[in-house]
């Protein structure tokens, strides 16, 4: 196994480097398979540079980050996101494969090169066909010289928490999207990892205070964190500074962040299990064999025992509504744009399970959306031109948007926006339904860009239209973002133009001033035949002509439901099996009969 601890303990070194004076940082990463074993089975994984776990990326507010990638992978493509980030004048840098850019093809290389204005605890990973589970995920830590908590802590550690697969994304991706499983059931996780292993220790010195960056990196599955006998206080969620909450247990979701303060006990006789167990309420069915927990522990003493984590009645975990941002920034309370985003699973005509919103399940465009609006000049303002299966909205400059999730599913999603931190305004309890507009507002609410909806429950979330680019809304389950839980958010397109500019494209509008799409991100396009101009169809004569884009399969006939679509799967199987046994029968005679004929010559 991978320890993990050095690199954690690490970084604070590396961040009182960092904090000297503004820099470039740059990454040469060469993405390519490597062989582990986190929790004991082997499996090939994506790792950089012949390692796994991957490296953190770590820099300073101030600093320019450059990333050079090398796909070696030799048989996908892919793409890096830096999650959380908001690409503030770079939305040509966000990574998901489709919308802000074409995908890193096989032997080929890519640069990300971007700016940091922000603070805090994020990560990246593969925003490419559901990639990221097979190991392309890892921290991504900005410090910051001026943190309000900066003189209450002695060290940081980071502390990722994530599920793992034995089998390989492509495979179960085709398993899930498939006729043969219409409920939509998420294949679920063999095991858990803390640090990308399952036998972490960290050191700990009597009476020193220290800040967890915890970052829950997982494809599926939400954890349940504690320390034992040990308080966490909160200051930190998803890169915004918080005011210090005191939590015995924390929730994070898949893509979220924490920043806690762990003050060591004055004495060392003794060491402390830090346990993450995974919320099984998201598996359709819990498989006998696994183990929903992974234990790490505080180490004061090396010659003392491990502890054995002791048993808890129920999870209570720390309800993070109730989080004030540090800076106290105000509810937005005059909208101006308010919308609904319905979200529900069903069948199409395949028999596949999709996700939906609005009655909609989200297909990739023939162009990437950023280029589609950076090649369409006035006509960029036009949410028709982007197609109706990108399920596009388009916001005007510096208007607060409204978004009403109402989320008409017996399960719980974590939803995430590329481009903002959103102000989460209203969390209804479970099985509320859908928002009437009941409730009543907190003064400073909550901001972060991950937020959890409770089954059958909704939320209100509330940002400003501030950052011109292409930004997903999307479900953070990446088997939910493989079968269509996204939206796209056209922001200010126009501006957008005066930001960037696709040189390479006639369609574009000339615009010196503006940063040009970089060489290597149209040559992952042009290697893969993949247009850079024109409407979600490709059409470059006609914008509002899309008879060639990419569609989902058809509607079912009315009717259908999954459980016809299972009993007529089963009923199928069942066919074969019995024509089978049937065939088997009637061989098993033949052979039957020339043998007494072979014994009667």
């Known amino acids: 196994m991978v320890s993990t601890t050095a690199i954690s303990l690490l970084l604070p070194l590396l961040f009182l480097v960092s904090t000297a004076i503004a820099k470039t940082v740059t990454y040469d990463f060469n993405v390519g398979w490597v062989t582990a074993q986190p929790d004991g089975f082997s499996r090939p994984t994506i790792g950089i540079n012949g390692q796994w776990p991957i490296p953190p990326i770590t820099a300073a507010v101030g600093d320019k980050v450059v990333v050079h990638v090398q796909n070696n992978l030799g048989n996908q493509s892919t793409s890096l996101h830096f999650h959380g980030l908001y690409q503030n ?71 990722t928490l994530s599920d793992w697969y034995h089998d390989q994304m492509p495979g179960l991706l085709s398993r899930f999207i498939s006729y043969a499983n219409p409920t939509g059931a998420e294949p679920v996780p063999d095991s858990a990892l803390m640090n990308e292993t399952q036998d972490l220790k960290i050191n700990v010195e009597p009476g020193k205070t220290y800040m967890f960056r915890i970052i829950n990196i997982a494809a599926f599955a939400a954890q349940y964190l504690w320390f034992e006998d040990h308080t966490m206080r909160i200051v930190e969620v998803d890169g915004i500074y918080t005011e210090e909450a005191e939590a015995d247990m924390i929730y994070l979701t898949a893509a979220q962040r924490y920043s806690v303060l762990v003050t060591a006990k004055n004495e060392s006789s003794a060491n402390f299990a830090i346990i993450g ?98 090649t369409s000049g006035n006509m960029a303002t036009d949410a028709a031109i982007y197609g109706e299966n990108t399920i596009p909205f388009i916001l005007e400059k510096n208007k607060v948007v409204e978004i009403v999730l109402n989320n008409m599913d017996p399960g719980k999603h974590p939803f995430h926006l590329h481009g903002h931190a959103f102000q989460t305004v209203v969390r209804s309890a479970e099985e509320t339904g859908v928002y009437v507009n009941n409730e009543t507002f907190p003064e400073f609410p909550m901001r972060r860009d991950t937020v959890m909806v409770r089954p059958n429950g909704n939320v209100v979330l509330r940002f400003r239209a501030d950052n011109p680019g292409i930004w997903l809304f999307h479900c953070h389950i990446e088997w939910h973002v493989a079968s269509g839980l996204m939206a796209t958010m056209v922001e200010a397109p126009l501006e957008l133009q005066q930001q960037l500019s696709l040189a390479q494209s006639p369609y574009a509008s000339p615009n010196a001033s503006a940063l040009a799409i970089p060489t290597s991100h149209i040559q992952a396009c042009t290697k893969q035949n993949i247009p850079i101009a024109g409407n979600a169809a490709g059409n470059t004569e006609d914008l509002l002509n899309l008879e060639a884009e990419n569609v989902p399969p058809a509607r079912l006939p009315a009717g259908f439901e999954a459980k016809g679509i299972a009993a007529l799967v089963f009923s199928v199987v069942a066919a074969f099996a019995g024509m089978a046994v049937i065939g088997w029968y009637g061989m098993l005679e033949v052979q039957q009969g020339k043998k007494v004929g072979a014994g009667n010559n």
């Open 89 to 159: 004048g770079t939305a040509h840098m966000d990574g998901p494969v489709g919308v802000s850019q074409c995908s890193i093809p096989i032997g080929g290389s890519f640069v990300y090169e971007f700016q940091i204005d922000q603070p805090g605890t994020y990560w990246y990973h593969s925003h490419d066909s559901g990639q990221y589970p097979d190991g392309l995920r890892g921290p991504l830590i900005i410090s910051d010289p001026d943190s309000p908590y900066k003189d209450q802590y002695d060290e940081e550690i980071v502390l």
């Open 277 to 374: 167990s995974m919320d099984q309420d998201l598996f359709d069915a819990v498989p006998e064999n696994l183990n929903p927990n992974v234990t790490g522990w505080l180490v004061y003493d090396k010659a003392a025992p491990l502890p054995t984590p002791a048993f808890i009645e129920s999870f209570e975990p720390f309800d993070d509504f109730t989080l004030v941002p540090y800076d106290r920034e105000p509810i937005f309370d005059n909208v101006d744009y308010s919308f609904n985003l319905d979200v529900k699973m069903d069948n199409l005509g395949d028999g596949a399970n999709y996700a939906f919103f609005n009655d909609l399940t989200y297909v990739r465009p023939k162009v990437p959306t950023l280029y589609s609006a950076l």
